[in-house]
């Protein structure tokens, strides 16, 4: 698959997907396109969450910073995705810990759940319309992860000092869920949900208050080393001029699902899949109410999971299935409905208004690949379907490395992430294959 594929077989260019997201989308903004060579200190290549949370922070240490993005800020996975907002790592403490051993576990899991905290701080802060809501209920689709469930709540409780998160019983969530498929679960009230495009949007709107650059439809062919690093962009020439891109001391590649081979490191680490969303036509109280109860975000056992909240006016957004292809379905709506319909058959005779797919990059292990690939060169990437709040901490904990305190980058980046067995045409058939393995688990 060349370079540029993953950013323009699904959609146009500079143009936000046919969403609920983008019809709801507040402070849109048309960004000048870059012309000429610009200098900055940090050129940041992606305008999602973690390269505009970056900006945002190098900014505010007085550094100039650039942000590149091939259509648009926020247009990627971070301003399509499910909205929801967890604490702690993608994968649990227990898997953590032997990877990593006890110790770095701890570390990473402060981290974790600090990224919540401040993904609501930078909503507060800066004013930013993302129709936040706490709670994030993870419910088992098997009653034999009940114990699990239990067992688990009980460890970050006694061993991690985390008291937002309890073991919910059946018999309660019957009450708060009106799923199918819902045994007992675990509430964890440090999560929670929020409109993924507006909260970008207002990155964005703040990282450019603080100095930073951004320049939309700006898609990088090279990154060239040196002292400055040369980052040339793809395509014609804007304004005339004869060459385009920035010269910058520091380059960040925070691209996640969309890096395609721009990186070979990273890409060999970091697998593009995708996901994908529907929103319901506008729902009744009553009705939202015998769904979900307390109006928090929700997440299944499966391994290809099902996850959904109420919107803020009310629709339900449902997220379930996945493709390991690049292209995506042709009737998402109907995609999606399946899943849906399995978990919420009461909603059979509800329209579907909205329905759109997203790309985003997942690794072995399920956790983030923090990179230091040369002088001055970075990558963050690999979120595996936990990117809101992980991706935003991210761009933080990466301008306090470039500010001396490198002390949470280490922790990220002493995280495994090995790459993805097979090369070359056989990559794709082999994830598809261990993927398909894991779904079919999910019906038994």
């Given at each position: 698959?060349?370079?540029?594929?993953?950013?323009h077989?699904?959609?146009?260019?500079?143009a936000?997907?046919?969403?609920?997201?983008?019809?709801t989308?507040?402070?849109?903004?048309?960004?000048?396109r870059?012309?000429?060579i610009?200098?900055?200190?940090?050129?940041?290549?992606g305008?999602g969450?973690?390269?505009?949370?970056?900006a945002?922070?190098?900014?505010?240490?007085?550094?100039s910073?650039?942000?590149?993005?091939?259509?648009?800020?926020?247009?990627?996975?971070?301003?399509?995705?499910?909205?929801?907002v967890?604490?702690?790592?993608?994968?649990?403490?227990?898997?953590?810990?032997?990877?990593?051993?006890?110790d770095h576990a701890?570390?990473?899991f402060?981290?974790?759940?600090?990224?919540?905290?401040?993904?609501?701080?930078?909503?507060?802060?800066?004013a930013?319309?993302?129709?936040?809501?706490p709670?994030l209920?993870?419910?088992?689709?098997?009653a034999?992860?009940?114990?699990?469930?239990?067992d688990y709540?009980?460890?970050?409780?006694?061993?991690?000092?985390?008291?937002?998160?309890?073991?919910?019983?059946?018999?309660?969530?019957?009450?708060?869920?009106?799923?199918?498929?819902?045994?007992?679960?675990?509430?964890?009230?440090?999560?929670?949900?929020?409109?993924?495009l507006?909260?970008?949007l207002?990155l964005?709107?703040?990282?450019?208050?603080a100095?930073?650059?951004?320049?939309?439809?700006?898609e990088v062919?090279?990154?060239?080393?040196?002292?400055?690093?040369?980052?040339?962009?793809?395509?014609?020439?804007a304004?005339?001029?004869?060459?385009?891109?920035?010269?910058?001391?520091?380059?960040?590649?925070?691209?996640?699902?969309?890096l395609?081979g721009?990186?070979?490191?990273?890409s060999?680490?970091?697998?593009?899949?995708?996901s994908?969303?529907?929103?319901t036509?506008?729902?009744s109280?009553e009705r939202?109410?015998?769904?979900?109860r307390?109006?928090?975000?929700?997440?299944?056992?499966?391994?290809v999971?099902n996850?959904y909240?109420?919107?803020?006016?009310?629709?339900?957004?449902?997220?379930?299935?996945?493709?390991?292809?690049y292209?995506?379905?042709?009737?998402?709506?109907a995609?999606?409905?399946?899943?849906?319909?399995?978990?919420?058959?009461q909603?059979?005779?509800?329209?579907?208004?909205?329905g759109?797919?997203?790309?985003?990059?997942i690794?072995?292990?399920?956790?983030?690949?923090?990179?230091?690939?040369?002088?001055?060169?970075y990558?963050?990437?690999g979120y595996?379907?936990?990117?809101?709040?992980?991706?935003?901490?991210?761009?933080?904990?990466?301008?306090?490395?470039?500010?001396?305190?490198?002390?949470?980058?280490?922790v990220?980046?002493?995280?495994?992430?090995?790459?993805?067995?097979?090369?070359?045409?056989?990559?794709q058939?082999?994830?598809?294959?261990?993927m398909?393995?894991y779904?079919?688990?999910?019906?038994?």
């Amino acid at each position: 698959m060349s370079q540029n594929s993953l950013l323009h077989l699904n959609d146009r260019v500079g143009a936000f997907p046919p969403s609920y997201y983008a019809a709801t989308a507040k402070n849109v903004v048309e960004r000048p396109r870059l012309s000429g060579i610009e200098d900055a200190d940090v050129c940041i290549i992606g305008g999602g969450f973690t390269g505009l949370s970056a900006a945002l922070h190098c900014a505010r240490q007085g550094r100039s910073v650039v942000v590149l993005d091939a259509h648009r800020a926020g247009w990627g996975a971070s301003g399509r995705n499910g909205g929801q907002v967890g604490a702690g790592q993608r994968i649990d403490q227990d898997s953590l810990e032997a990877l990593v051993g006890v110790d770095h576990a701890h570390e990473a899991f402060r981290i974790g759940v600090e990224a919540p905290a401040l993904l609501r701080a930078l909503i507060d802060e800066h004013a930013i319309p993302a129709d936040y809501k706490p709670g994030l209920l993870h419910t088992n689709h098997r009653a034999r992860y009940d114990a699990e469930s239990r067992d688990y709540a009980a460890k970050l409780q006694d061993e991690y000092g985390y008291d937002q998160i309890r073991f919910v019983e059946r018999e309660e969530m019957l009450e708060m869920l009106g799923a199918a498929d819902a045994f007992g679960g675990t509430l964890d009230t440090g999560g929670g949900h929020v409109h993924p495009l507006n909260f970008a949007l207002g990155l964005a709107r703040a990282a450019e208050a603080a100095g930073a650059r951004i320049f939309d439809r700006a898609e990088v062919a090279t990154v060239g080393p040196g002292d400055p690093h040369e980052v040339r962009l793809r395509g014609p020439v804007a304004g005339g001029g004869t060459e385009t891109g920035v010269r910058a001391k520091v380059v960040l590649y925070a691209c996640n699902g969309y890096l395609s081979g721009l990186e070979p490191r990273t890409s060999a680490r970091v697998m593009p899949i995708n996901s994908f969303v529907v929103a319901t036509e506008p729902l009744s109280e009553e009705r939202c109410g015998s769904l979900i109860r307390d109006d928090v975000a929700v997440a299944d056992s499966r391994f290809v999971v099902n996850y959904y909240r109420l919107s803020a006016d009310r629709r339900m957004l449902f997220g379930g299935g996945e493709t390991y292809g690049y292209r995506f379905p042709r009737d998402i709506r109907a995609f999606v409905r399946r899943p849906m319909l399995e978990v919420f058959p009461q909603l059979a005779d509800v329209a579907l208004d909205y329905g759109w797919g997203g790309t985003l990059g997942i690794t072995m292990k399920r956790l983030p690949d923090y990179a230091e690939l040369g002088p001055n060169l970075y990558s963050l990437s690999g979120y595996s379907g936990s990117g809101v709040a992980m991706a935003t901490k991210s761009g933080q904990i990466f301008a306090d490395m470039l500010d001396g305190d490198d002390r949470d980058f280490r922790v990220m980046q002493g995280l495994p992430t090995p790459v993805f067995p097979g090369s070359g045409r056989w990559r794709q058939p082999l994830l598809i294959a261990a993927m398909s393995w894991y779904a079919l688990r999910d019906r038994f």
